[in-house]
């Protein structure tokens, strides 16, 4: 609950107003017992200087191990005096226990009362908090922050309360990491990484409606469990752009069945023929399913080299390959077993359009076929067939026979995400649940640091930029991966700038990024093919780009490259073998290698721009040329 | 290097499916710190996109590699796994999770992380077009953790296959390399040389990659980057040009260390020093114009590292004008002058020269450069008649039809056309509309038929040669040219012409553009061949050889020389 209200309220507030009574905020709407307070009311007759105050002591304690490198001198020299003081002052505080537990939270102490989670998460937030004040004189925080605690807290003005802690935290999080917690970063990051891999699935943001991939895999999880309870064939196309989760839904849909059916899975893509797909099948089959109740063809089928091994003694080698020859005639009436087999069976044709362009569509129609006359009871299992696909042609793609026997049920899934929605997936990303091996400390400043960073008005920008682009969510990822990696003990929380940068490294790729370090003798050629291009040449071949280059230099008198043509050319390959330069005929043995012709895939404004930031005094100058002559 | 180890850490935690990495300039480079840096973490392999040019070859390295399986002769060169495991793209997935699960058993403790690491991605994009999405989506057919990493010169967008059938990758840009990283890589190679047994010798005398050498090395190594880096940024290609170079750099220093050795008389050992600052200055001074020219011969491969540095030897007499040599060296300077002039010239280009030894140094570099190229100038390599042919093909390569009469027509009043004054095409080339067309002598030698070089054969040889053949003809009486022109034509049609057009064209110095079984119809058709036979100079010297005026026969000359 904590956790929650902190988020929202992090969210909202940016304000750094009020750092003396943000401290005790977080701590006291789950903590409002009175007990502490009343302690700690009596304890502020304690001498400020005196650090026998055990909260502010244990505080500090932790401070010692966040920073080592305190900002201030005097501040530093604050913390060591409260450090070696501990042993003194924890003591007295045993005997109440109750004040330790609730006001300081070491998490050494075993405490029984509040819920584990709390805890963690006020003293995470504390740790942090601390750290920053520490920065500031320490007396005056320690002055202010007792009186701060006598007015009981009440509902509104909390949240007022709670915003100012931001600001202190932030402070807190550019310093580098102590070293007992570098551990801690490593297996966050590779959880990290994990989680942007694997993205988990979010729920979406209101509870009125649901989004279309909720839908889907509703439809999809109805289908499938006629499938498997009522042995119902069934048929349908799933539908989407990429990335958009028809293959999570599916994943989702079969883990939550109640019997594992069989599970065939097919692609287009590897199966380029109905005869690999056939024995991908009958290989899938015979490994899922007990030898014994396959029939007698398709074990047959799948065990081919075995058989062929054992009944052919006179073969001491394989001969080739044995491709697996089932007869397309034979297909069908194997095709048509498999309901027979002891469990209802999934058949997954991932890029079903390619499964389109096989001769007759013969698996297709046997498949779909099998599906349609699929009788419930009579022994027999239900069996279905999925389509995935990211071409809305599909149906369009099928032939006659076989569309007619084709269901017609189309799932969709979409792939656009609001703003708000890919925020809570990148949250979701970024604190990965589950197994965190890492120190708890460190866990709660990086769930903190990461609230922070989803708020920055920056990375919401981007997030924009990149839902309305696409609502991919592996590309989604893929924007955090770089700043993720990046993460040092030296700087271990993530900042808005550099997943900037990383966006453009992988989304709005530029076309050459690396074009302005070229060296020299590249620039002269890209330049030489802006000038031939504005005297109006389509193509260019070597020698013209040679004879730019060398009038280009002789005007410009300043040689600093020794034109003897090697080590242009030699730039020249370079160039080509990057694609820079294009030929546009293949090779030939009667054209001398000078002569061929080629274009340049670079655009001229980038050209242009790359010189400019080059900023090499004679290139300027061909530039400056070659956009005169124009 | 950062982008590198990104690449490093993020195959190390947790790798995406797939990773291309960009990088225009030293793919291999990128490469090899790649392998090294991940050489125990993970089970890796190797891929050549140009020796896989079949799936087979493909599969079956990718299943060897990281099974680190080796095939032996004795065993029959058998692959990994046992069943065929490369006839098609399912049954190598299946091999593929069968040795992943074969790993995982091997090594219980820790889960396996395989990777492949693909080079030259574009051949197996024009090779076999449609392995490219499956193999991009490999861990996501064969469901093991497996990530698919390709490094490419070429941008991904130039290698996608179409229909977004692959996933889209993690990009990874790796920057030009600068000059600390290159110099950086070098000095490393340097130490794992010194470091290498093979090359340390026994002897007390110090070999050329001595880790006491490597302070030198570093100097040595910023010099030669300095020189290079403008012209190639590839760490490999300046670590060979170094290779060629670094141990004829040292050699005075070994030398002189050596001499004093021997001097001691094996008494006392001498103790190796670092040579000083005034001598590495020496050094440099010496040394410095022979790298530009190791640049200019090593970088485009003209020779190799072994042939340029056994030619780049400097000698006694040079080294001692510039003061390296070190020991007691005896030295007679009158009497190896004469020898070694040109390669002392060669190698101090600073001192004060006649203009007498500037030629000598130039015919120095053009013998060593036209040794290089193995070939004999065509001046003396070729019989005259062959050289004639030759210049008269060049001549009707690039000329137009339309400029032969003007050119070498001679009307009744013996006046002689001239070309018309060539208009400067590149300055004023702008199209009205549309594209310009590229001047002949930018898209190379056009094909003529064979009649019209003879006739421009003819033409030449009968200005610029008459009497020649009158020497040549042994019986001038016995056939009587009245006709102006008659006996040239006569020589010109002699079977001789035509065999000799046949030899140039074995030789393809001349390229015969039409089938050569086609008899009738059409004649055929030449021109001529790339390279020599095609470049303006090597022709204009075979003019000047044979007394052709080449640049008033050229009809579009403006531009040429």
């Keep these: ?630 | 290097m950062n982008s590198l180890n990104q690449v490093v850490s993020l195959l190390e935690l947790s790798p995406p499916p797939f990773i291309f990495i960009n990088d225009p300039i030293a793919p291999k480079f990128t490469i090899q710190s790649l392998l090294l840096a991940l050489q125990n973490k993970i089970r890796l392999v190797q891929v050549d996109g140009i020796s896989t040019f079949t799936p087979r070859l493909l599969y079956d390295t990718i299943l060897n590699g990281l099974s680190q399986h080796t095939p032996s002769w004795d065993d029959g060169c058998r692959n990994w796994s046992e069943e065929t495991s490369n006839d098609s793209m399912d049954s190598f997935l299946r091999a593929l999770k069968a040795l992943h699960v074969s790993l995982c058993t091997a090594n219980s403790e820790q889960r396996v992380r395989l990777a492949l690491v693909i080079e030259k991605p574009e051949r197996l994009k024009e090779r076999m077009p449609d392995l490219l999405a499956p193999l991009t989506r490999l861990a996501e057919l064969t469901r093991i953790d497996l990530s698919v990493v390709l490094v490419s010169e070429v941008r991904w967008e130039d290698i996608r296959p179409p229909l977004g059938a692959a996933i889209d990758p993690y990009y990874v840009d790796i920057p030009v390399p600068t000059k600390e990283i290159i110099i950086e890589h070098l000095v490393k190679v340097f130490e794992e040389n010194s470091s290498n047994s093979d090359l340390a010798s026994t002897s007390t005398t110090p070999h050329s990659y001595d880790p006491a050498l490597q302070e030198t090395y570093r100097h040595f190594v910023h010099i030669l980057v300095d020189v290079c880096f403008l012209y190639t940024n590839d760490p490999h290609e300046i670590q060979y040009i170094s290779a060629a170079r670094w141990p004829g750099f040292i050699k005075p220093v070994l030398d002189a260390h050596r001499m004093n050795v021997e001097a001691a008389e094996g008494g006392d050992e001498v103790e190796f020093e670092r040579p000083s600052t005034e001598v590495l200055l020496r050094l440099t001074h010496h040394f410095k114009p022979s790298l530009s020219l190791a640049l200019e011969q090593l970088y485009p491969r003209l020779t190799n590292a072994v042939d340029w540095a056994r030619a780049n030897v400097s000698d006694a007499a040079s080294l001692a004008k510039d003061g390296l040599i070190l020991g007691d060296a005896v030295m007679d300077d009158e009497d190896e002058e004469e020898d070694t002039v040109n390669e002392m010239l060669l190698s101090s280009p600073t001192r004060s020269r006649s203009s007498k030894r500037i030629q000598e140094q130039k015919a120095a570099q053009d013998l060593s450069s036209s040794n290089l190229k193995d070939t004999l100038p065509l001046s003396v390599s070729l019989p005259r008649l062959s050289q004639f042919i030759l210049v008269a093909a060049y001549i009707a390569s690039v000329n137009p039809v339309k400029s032969d009469l003007r050119l070498f027509g001679r009307g009744a009043d013996e006046k002689k056309r001239r070309r018309r004054p060539a208009k400067r095409q590149m300055a004023n080339a702008k199209p009205k509309s549309g594209s310009v067309k590229i001047p002949q002598r930018f898209l190379g030698p056009s094909p003529f038929p064979l009649e019209r070089l003879i006739a421009i054969l003819g033409a030449l040889v009968e200005e610029n040669d008459s009497n020649a053949s009158e020497v040549n003809d042994p019986s001038p009486d016995l056939l009587d040219f009245r006709i102006a022109g008659e006996r040239t034509d006569y020589e010109v049609t002699r079977v001789g012409v035509y065999a000799s057009i046949a030899q140039l064209t074995s030789l393809r110095l001349l390229v015969r553009t039409t089938s050569a079984d086609k008899l009738d119809g059409l004649s055929a058709m030449f021109k001529c061949g790339s390279g020599a036979p095609s470049s303006y100079e090597t022709i204009l010297d075979l003019a000047k050889g044979l007394g052709v005026p080449l640049p008033d026969l050229i009809w579009d000359n403006a531009a040429m020389g």
């Design chain 1, 1 to 630: 609950m904590v956790l929650k209200r902190k988020a929202s309220s992090n969210a909202i507030q940016d304000s750094p107003s009020k750092r003396t009574r943000s401290r005790r905020a977080p701590l006291s709407p789950s903590l409002d017992t009175e007990s502490p307070r009343k302690s700690r009311v009596a304890k502020r007759s304690v001498p400020v200087d005196d650090p026998s105050d055990d909260s502010s002591g244990d505080e500090l304690d932790i401070i010692n191990h966040d920073i080592p490198a305190t900002p201030s001198r005097r501040s530093k020299r604050l913390v060591e005096v409260v450090v070696s003081t501990p042993s003194r002052s924890r003591k007295p505080a045993f005997p109440k226990p109750k004040t330790v537990q609730l006001v300081d939270a070491l998490p050494p102490i075993p405490q029984p009362s509040p819920s584990k989670k709390t805890r963690i998460v006020t003293y995470g937030k504390r740790g942090s908090a601390d750290c920053s004040v520490s920065s500031s004189p320490q007396k005056k925080n320690v002055q202010l922050k007792t009186p701060s605690l006598t007015p009981p807290p009440v509902g509104p003005p909390l949240i007022p309360v709670a915003s100012p802690q931001r600001s202190p935290s932030r402070r807190a999080l550019k310093g580098s990491l102590p070293q007992h917690l570098h551990d801690s970063l490593t297996s966050q990051k590779r959880a990290v990484l994990h989680a942007l891999q694997q993205p988990p699935i979010v729920p979406s943001a209101d509870d009125s409606e649901y989004s279309t991939n909720e839908v889907a895999t509703q439809q999809l999880n109805g289908l499938l469990d006629g499938t498997v309870t009522r042995g119902e064939g069934n048929s349908c196309l799933l539908l989407g752009p990429r990335g958009s989760g028809k293959t999570q839904a599916i994943e989702l849909c079969i883990s939550n069945l109640k019997e594992t059916p069989i599970v065939v899975r097919l692609s287009g893509l590897v199966q380029t023929n109905d005869r690999l797909a056939m024995r991908e099948i009958s290989r899938q089959l015979s490994a899922q399913v007990s030898p014994a109740l396959l029939p007698e063809e398709i074990r047959g089928a799948a065990n081919d080299e075995s058989l062929k091994d054992d009944d052919n003694p006179f073969l001491d080698a394989p001969v080739e390959i044995v491709e697996l020859s089932v007869p397309t005639a034979h297909m069908h009436s194997l095709i048509a077993c498999i309901p027979t087999l002891g469990r209802p069976t999934i058949v997954i044709l991932d890029a079903v359009d390619l499964f389109t362009n096989h001769p007759r569509q013969s698996l297709l129609y046997s498949l779909l076929d099998t599906v349609q006359s699929c009788r419930a009871g009579g022994g027999n299992k239900g069996m279905a067939v999925i389509g995935v696909t990211t071409r809305m042609d599909t149906l369009i793609c099928l032939e006659k026979r076989v569309k007619s026997r084709f269901s017609g049920r189309m799932i969709r899934t979409s792939a656009s995400i609001k703003a708000s929605q890919a925020k809570k997936i990148s949250r979701a990303m970024l604190i990965p649940t589950g197994e965190t091996d890492g120190d708890q400390e460190f866990s709660a400043m990086w769930n903190e640091s990461v609230d922070e960073i989803l708020a920055d008005p920056k990375i919401t920008r981007i997030l924009e930029e990149a839902c309305s682009i696409t609502g991919d969510i592996r590309s989604l990822a893929r924007l955090f991966m770089s700043p993720v990696l990046n993460l040092k003990p030296a700087s271990p929380w993530l900042t808005a700038s550099q997943l900037e940068i990383s966006a453009e490294a992988q989304r709005i790729r530029p076309e050459f990024p690396y074009l302005h370090t070229l060296n020299y003798p590249s620039l002269c050629l890209l330049l030489a093919f802006y000038q031939a291009e504005n005297d109006g040449y389509p193509a260019i071949t070597f020698e013209m780009l040679y004879e730019y280059v060398r009038n280009a230099i002789r005007v410009s008198a300043v040689a600093p490259v020794q034109l003897h043509g090697n080590s242009i050319g030699m730039t020249f390959e370079h160039l080509i073998s990057a694609q820079i330069f294009v030929s546009l005929s293949g090779p030939s043995m009667n054209v001398g290698k000078n002569f061929f012709k080629y274009r340049c895939s670079v655009n001229r404004e980038d050209v242009k721009k790359s010189v400019e930031k080059n900023g090499h005094s004679s290139l300027t100058k061909f530039l400056r040329r070659a956009t005169g002559s124009h």
